[in-house]
């Protein structure tokens, strides 16, 4: 069973770990990545006790931005 549930929001951002950090009651930080966001992993863990958390956020928001066709300018052909 999940420590707690915390609104993303709730969560600080940390250039030093690349991830989303919200205070363990161990002193550590769970801990989740954005990249684990983005595949819809919703379970922040603290790297020095057994503890997790439940993210509550919205998996779109996260979402990789579809791939765009090629957008190039066809370049033009002389005709002789």
């Known amino acids: 069973m999940s420590y707690d549930e915390v609104e993303i929001e709730d969560m600080q951002w940390s250039d030093d770990l690349s991830a989303f950090t919200y205070p363990c009651p161990c002193g550590d930080l769970f801990q989740i990545t954005l990249d684990e966001l983005k595949t819809g992993?919703?379970?922040?863990?603290?790297?020095?006790?057994?503890?997790?958390?439940?993210?509550?956020?919205?998996p779109e928001d996260f979402e990789e931005p579809p791939a765009t066709e090629d957008t190039r300018i066809p370049q033009q052909v002389e005709v002789s």
């Open 41 to 58: 992993e919703e379970i922040a863990r603290c790297p020095s006790c057994s503890l997790y958390i439940t993210v509550i956020y919205n």
